[in-house]
């Protein structure tokens, strides 16, 4: 399999895990590391295509003994192995507390608390801009680039983006670049629901989404932002 062969077959797998097909994903992702064992992206890809944590683990450990600097591999690993560290006070030996007791235990925190923790508890946090958002001024927009430096579409797509950002300089629309392996763009990915790259989202400047692209394409599919670039 040759190198632009196994480039373009990695974006096959990627396209597909994107539309939720894990089967052709992990059937392509195989074919690649059958052909070539050291493809670290191919391991990487597979670690979505796995049904259990070791698994993944496992996928994410091959793929960084093939890269050890690939960041999202690291990245995602520390994530899975701080999933699985235990949490939860101890239990006294020969004793376990029952869901009721559980509930009644934080309920009655609560009450002590003013309903606070319990709050917490049930209840996500209410959307809040982020600092990037909040400082835009009304009549504003944010161009919004989920990306990764191990991301094959992202590097495709990085001319595209460019010429945007050229585009757009000195009109209402700001374009800001998001590097989904850095840890400060945790929040932001969650805020917006990021689970796939590249991820491409137009926001005003209330924090509201008003376009928003997923995957590699041509640079036409972003004339809605320079419509508004354009627009007085």
């Known amino acids: 399999m040759g ?3 196994t480039f373009e077959t990695l974006q096959q797998a990627y396209f597909y895990l994107k539309a939720g097909d894990r089967n052709r994903a992990r059937a392509l992702l195989l074919d690649v ?12 890809g597979l670690s979505f295509c796995v049904s259990t944590v070791q698994e993944r683990k496992k996928c994410l450990e091959r793929a960084l003994r093939i890269d050890p600097d690939h ?3 690291r990245a995602a690993l520390v994530r ?3 999933a699985e ?8 030996a020969g004793k376990k507390n029952s869901p009721a007791v559980v ?9 002590c608390f003013g309903g606070v923790v ?3 508890f049930l209840y996500e946090k209410p959307f809040s801009p982020p600092a990037a958002v909040a400082a835009l001024q009304p009549g504003q ?7 990764a430096d191990w991301c094959g579409p992202c590097r495709t797509m990085a001319p595209v983006i460019e010429d945007l950002e050229r585009e757009c300089r000195g009109s209402s629309v700001r374009v800001l670049k998001v590097d989904v392996d850095s840890p400060s763009s945790d929040e932001l990915q969650r805020k917006y629901n990021v689970n796939s790259i590249p991820r491409y989202i137009l926001v005003d400047s209330t924090g509201k989404v008003q376009q928003d692209w997923l995957g590699s394409g041509p640079a036409s599919m972003f004339d809605p932002v320079r419509e508004q670039c354009r627009a007085k």
């Open 3 to 5: 190198l632009v062969t």
């Open 71 to 73: 960041r999202y591999a």
């Open 85 to 92: 560290a235990p949490s939860s006070p101890p239990v006294l």
């Open 141 to 147: 927009y944010l161009f919004i680039d989920f990306y």
């Open 118 to 120: 319990l709050l917490a």
């Open 103 to 111: 509930y009644l235990s934080l309920l009655f925190v609560a009450v």
């Open 33 to 44: 590391v059958d052909q070539n064992p050291n493809e670290a992206e191919a391991w990487v």
């Open 80 to 82: 899975l192995q701080a």
